[in-house]
């Protein structure tokens, strides 16, 4: 054996790796992701056992634990699929079956795209005619405050973006390593991208006894805790909220926005559930333009990126991945960084970038296509809205579960009481007592949910996260079963 | 203010500017600038500098998009258009998305069916060697997976930081995703008078010359390689296999245009194949992540943003990583997803679609060649280029050696040379291409042109070139000796003067 041949021992080969564990990056390592975790895991491993014939007490798996409608059953919004088509096959617009605002649309996207194909890689920032589309929608929706589409990023998903602003913002060391504010519970991408890039997460509590509410005093105590060890400089919030559904209100928002202000913070808004509002008496209020209504002391100072998507509200359109941020009063060299940034990637997914179009310039009233698209669109909301009732009233029904209501955004997350026996095997076992909760429901019911463990809550609550995207009957069975199964579990460890 | 340049991640602040993200900006500038007066330029902006062939009025293929259509609005299922495998094959997609629906994410390592369908490929063109798709991870591009496996392998700072050896020339959205993730890039030359091939010295040098510097982790090859169209015979890739087997180097290998090998008894060999073949002493134990995408020869879907990479001898919990890290962008997008599918697993013979299917490949194939002998025939008859005829990709990549008035003219303008005589001619001529890595002697530079694209833009952008370049010459004197300009569009390659177009 030469110095460069590999090891043998007892004829196996014995040669370390180049990339283990151990020697990867690692910031890496401390990445997870729980929407689709170990209980995900399970049940497709669970889904495939069902396929082979083993025999369980139930016949599918309901996955409640991604906020998928399609996966659901939601139907797409025809309008925006036709203008696909076309997109993707332009000889279609010889065909007489496709609505004239649906080719019209197609045609300016396919002018807008280079060699008017959709294969074409676009400018890194998103095509531009797309990024004007934008500005126009984000202008009438804020009763006219004007938006610069240069300030618009397109982007693959809001996911991107997110992580896109984090990465930018995040440096120093030790001490003024950059800490970034978010919700407990939030939403585990947020989490995931900052132990990736190693920045500090500052978490602040939403007050689960105020249906989820936020408060500036709650903020202030994170933000000073945070200080001593860190250098705070990016705050998120989620509106609507994920996984808690509330719906802040304006005067929280102007909170916010003053906090944000005397602390220096970067805020960043996550809008993407904009149109899922189904509470009364709640409205969503954009952060951009409650910060033009606070006048200018506030809208010309105030740095804020805010996201958007198509994977929500009720177009449902995950798997295009598009999405957009807006950036406000940024450094212009800030930008300049950003703008660099995001040409590392490329370019984001063509077909994204044409569905976001739809979603901000949809069928006007004198168009061909407008009362198809309002009724589709009416009927997801109104469906989502009786679901979000629905859930809310059936989980207090059941002794040892309480919910807030769902006041938007497209989930429920319950606080479960937990029997003490339930929760002395869970840490024997090593493992969160919600975990140990959701994965026994998994293998008894079928039902997949997020444990609230992995959204953050506080210490000694328990709760977890259920969509509630279901069509209406088959949620009311799903509520059924957990309340059954909820009752059995508090039998079963009592 | 709140954010400043001070503020940025430094990581992000070192990110190179690329050259090409500049003339790009030039050109949609001089774009803008034409159309604003609301009538059609006269001449407008052929871009051949980057790898996108949709762009310049390559079709895309027509079964892709049928399909994809059909996907996307299943009404069509109805349409007598569209002939009974394109149905079928929307039929079979449709059901493996959840909810049969394009608008529903997928696993985050990509649709099932879809890797399989991968895996198959894989496995029939390497012969039988068969590939599990396990090991397969489906990106939004090829340029994501390509991150995903450096940010793992980067780390340490200084002395122990990551370096990875990448050729030179190499892809040019190569260098400032590397600075991204923090790795330092390791260049290793690629032997010009050699058709561009890859020299055991020079990657032996170039790693020598790293250790004590950083810690060099993997060797980056490119193949079919992008920009300079050389590609790997046997020999050549087992030497590099050899190589990383005895230096611990991880394999990333860009496949991207292995379905684009045109040169005379030339074929594309895979690492992969090629490392199987060599015995279980290499083939088990050899780090091996080979890259494909959209953004290739044959389909050039570069917008619809789907790639994969293969991991062979990946440690198990590292795959696991992969699987996570690609969490954060919950899926690729499905329609690029579904485009992979009908890339790799074309109509068949006997299928209704096949005919024109094959065509359709047959032409893009054909287009690429007689193109790329025609470009290097043009580009070889200029006073001071000289081309490496291309083996496979879809680039030429020139050099020439540029007087000296033009150097110091760039350097005054603090601009590289290349730089500066893109930015010349996309001014002068509206043409752009890209400007290459200075990668030789003094006075020499190279310049990257993408040749699918339809012969008459490459015949218009020949035209242009040569004009400008001509006259450039025509000017100046290249080290000492006095050139005279060719007057007129005529010249020894016979080009005619063919009508402007709008682009």
Redesign the interface.
């Known amino acids: 054996l030469n110095s460069s041949s590999p090891v043998f021992l007892n004829g196996v080969t014995c040669r370390g790796k180049v990339l283990t564990l151990d020697s990867m990056n690692p910031n890496v390592r401390r990445v997870e992701y729980a929407v689709r975790g170990p209980i995900v895991q399970r049940a497709v491993q669970i889904e495939k056992e069902l396929r082979e014939g083993v025999k369980k007490p139930f016949t599918e798996v309901i996955k409640a634990n991604i906020g998928d409608a399609h996966a659901m059953g939601q139907k797409p919004i025809t309008f925006f699929r036709q203008v696909l088509a076309l997109c993707s096959y332009p000889d279609l617009l010889e065909d007489n079956k496709f609505p004239e605002d649906a080719k019209k649309r197609a045609r300016r996207i396919l002018d807008a795209c280079g060699g008017h194909s959709i294969g074409a890689y676009s400018a890194s920032q998103g095509i531009e005619c797309i990024r004007q589309d934008v500005a126009r929608y984000i202008e009438k929706r804020d009763g006219g405050i004007p938006s610069n589409p240069d300030n618009i990023y397109l982007s693959t998903g809001a996911s991107d973006a997110i992580v896109t602003m984090l990465k930018l913002l995040v440096c120093g060391e030790g001490r003024d390593r950059t800490g970034v504010m978010i919700s407990i519970p939030q939403y585990p991408l947020y989490s995931a991208a900052l132990a990736d890039l190693g920045a500090v997460q500052i978490n602040y509590y939403l007050d689960e006894d105020k249906c989820w509410g936020l408060d500036v005093t709650e903020l202030r105590r994170a933000l000073n805790a945070a200080k001593q060890h860190c250098k705070p400089r990016v705050l998120c919030i989620i509106n609507p909220g994920n996984p808690t559904g509330q719906v802040q209100s304006r005067e929280c928002i102007e909170d916010v926005i003053r906090f944000a202000k005397e602390e220096n913070l970067f805020l960043m808004a996550d809008e993407v559930y904009q149109d899922n509002v189904y509470a009364k008496g709640c409205k969503f209020h954009s952060f951009k333009k409650v910060l033009f209504e606070m006048g200018p002391e506030y809208s010309s100072s105030l740095e804020m990126a805010s996201f958007h998507s198509t994977s929500k509200c009720y177009m449902g359109e995950c798997g295009f991945r598009g999405g957009y941020m807006e950036v406000l009063n940024m450094d212009p060299e800030v930008k300049a960084q950003l703008t660099k940034l995001v040409s590392v990637r490329l370019c984001p997914p063509v077909s994204g970038q044409a569905m976001l179009d739809l979603v901000v310039n949809p069928p006007l009233p004198d168009e061909p296509s407008y009362a198809s698209y309002l009724k589709e669109r009416t009927a997801v909301l109104a469906a989502l809205a009786e679901k979000s009732h629905l859930t809310e009233e059936m989980f207090n029904t059941v002794p040892g579960i309480t919910c807030n209501p769902v006041q938007g955004a497209m989930y429920t997350f319950p606080r479960i009481t937990l029997p003490q026996k339930a929760i002395a095997k869970a840490q024997e076992e090593g493992q969160a007592p919600d975990m140990l909760y959701c994965m026994k429901l998994l293998e008894e019911e079928g039902i997949c949910l997020v444990p609230g463990s992995g959204f953050g809550q506080k210490e000694g609550t328990f709760h977890f996260r259920m969509t509630i995207l279901p069509p209406t009957e088959k949620l009311k069975v799903v509520l059924q079963k957990i309340r059954d199964f909820h009752l059995r579990f508090t039998q079963e460890f009592s | 203010?709140?954010?400043?340049?001070d503020?940025?991640?430094?990581?992000?602040?070192a990110?190179r500017?690329?050259t090409q993200?500049f003339l790009q900006n030039l050109a949609?500038q001089i774009t803008q600038n034409m159309t604003q007066g609301g009538q059609k330029p006269l001449k407008g902006v052929i871009d051949l500098s980057?790898g996108?062939p949709?762009?310049?009025?390559?079709?895309?293929v027509s079964f892709v998009?049928?399909v994809?259509?059909?996907c996307?609005?299943p009404?069509?299922l109805q349409?007598k258009?569209f002939s009974l495998d394109v149905k079928l094959r929307a039929q079979r997609l449709l059901q493996i998305?959840?909810?049969q629906?394009?608008?529903?994410?997928?696993?985050?390592s990509g649709l099932h069916h879809i890797r399989q369908t991968i895996a198959d490929f894989i496995t029939k063109r390497d012969a039988g060697i068969s590939a599990n798709p396990r090991n397969v991870f489906i990106s939004?591009?090829a340029?994501?997976a390509l991150?995903v496996v450096v940010?793992?392998?980067?780390?340490g700072e200084g002395q122990t930081q990551t370096g990875i050896l990448t050729p030179q020339p190499c892809p040019y959205?190569l260098p400032?995703?590397l600075d991204?993730a923090g790795v330092l890039a390791v260049p290793y030359r690629l032997m010009e008078e050699r058709g561009w091939a890859l020299d055991l010295n020079q990657l032996r040098q170039a790693l020598d010359s790293a250790r004590g510097g950083c810690n060099p982790?993997?060797i980056y090859i490119s193949n079919p390689g992008n920009p300079t169209g050389h590609v790997q015979d046997r020999n050549s890739i087992q030497e590099v296999i050899q190589l990383a087997?005895?230096e611990?180097?991880?394999l990333l290998v860009d496949e991207v245009y292995q379905d684009s090998v045109y040169g005379q008894n030339t074929e594309f060999l895979s690492y992969k194949k090629v490392l199987f073949e060599m015995g279980q002493?290499f083939s088990?134990?050899v780090?091996l992540v080979s890259f494909h995408s959209l953004s290739c020869a044959s389909?050039?879907?570069?917008?619809?943003?789907a790639g994969y990479m293969e991991a062979v001898?990946?440690?198990p919990?590292?795959m696991k990583?992969f699987d996570?890290?690609l969490?954060?962008?919950?899926?690729?997008?499905?329609?690029?997803q579904l485009a992979l599918d009908l890339m790799l697993n074309p109509p068949g013979p006997g299928d209704p679609s096949y005919d024109t299917h094959a065509q359709e490949l047959l032409l893009t194939r054909t287009v690429l060649t007689r193109n790329a002998q025609r470009a290097l025939e043009v580009l070889n008859d200029l006073p001071g280029f000289s081309c490496q005829p291309a083996m496979g990709g879809i680039y030429l990549y020139p050099s020439v050696k540029l007087p000296a008035g033009i150097r110091e003219q760039a350097e005054m303008l603090e601009l590289g040379a290349d730089v500066f005589y893109c930015q010349k001619l996309l001014e002068e001529e509206r043409l752009l291409l890209g400007a290459g890595q200075d990668s030789g002697e003094a006075g020499s530079h190279h310049f990257r042109l993408c040749v699918l694209v339809p012969t008459y833009v490459l015949e218009d952008a020949l035209h242009r070139l040569s004009a400008f370049h001509l006259h450039l010459m025509g000017h100046h004197t290249v080290a000492g000796r006095n050139v005279k300009g060719k007057a007129g569009c005529s010249s020894q390659s016979g080009l005619t003067c063919v009508q402007p177009t709008t682009v």
């Open positions: 203010m709140t954010t400043s340049l503020y940025v991640n430094p990581r992000v602040r990110i500017v690329s993200s949609h980057s996108d949709h762009r310049a009025g390559m079709k895309p998009r049928q994809l259509a059909v996307l609005y009404h069509l349409d258009i998305c959840e909810g629906s394009l608008g529903s994410y997928t696993a985050s939004s591009g340029q994501r991150m940010k793992l392998l980067s780390s959205t400032p995703l991204e982790r993997a087997t005895a611990k180097l991880l002493e088990e134990t780090e389909v050039a879907e570069c917008g619809l943003r001898n990946i440690d919990d590292v990583v996570t890290m969490c954060t962008d919950i899926s690729a997008p499905t329609t690029g």
